[in-house]
């Protein structure tokens, strides 16, 4: 049951910690329009597949730093033994 609805950018200015639950390919095209207007939100997904997240976070035309857990993360991702980090 739903108790409101709001367009996204209603969504997003109402939140501190934004969830993307949704199919990746869905993912992949919503998150860089989230991550460009978010201001001091988190955005966590919970998409199986980051490396195509973080090509899509290089979309946005914010820089964000990206933390991952995932170990299908690569092409320069730094890692430490809990996340991956990137500047995008």
Known sequence: MVDETMSLDEAI??????VLAIPVDTVVT???KVLDKIDQ???IDLGST???????VKK???ERKICS?????GNGVQ??????KRRV
């Open 30 to 32: 919503l998150l860089p």
């Open 79 to 84: 890692r430490s033994a809990s996340s991956s």
């Open 13 to 18: 200015a109402a939140s501190d910690v934004v």
């Open 41 to 43: 939100q988190i955005v």
């Open 60 to 62: 946005s035309s914010k």
């Open 50 to 56: 980051k490396s195509q997240l973080i090509d899509a």
């Open 69 to 73: 857990n995932a170990s299908d993360v």
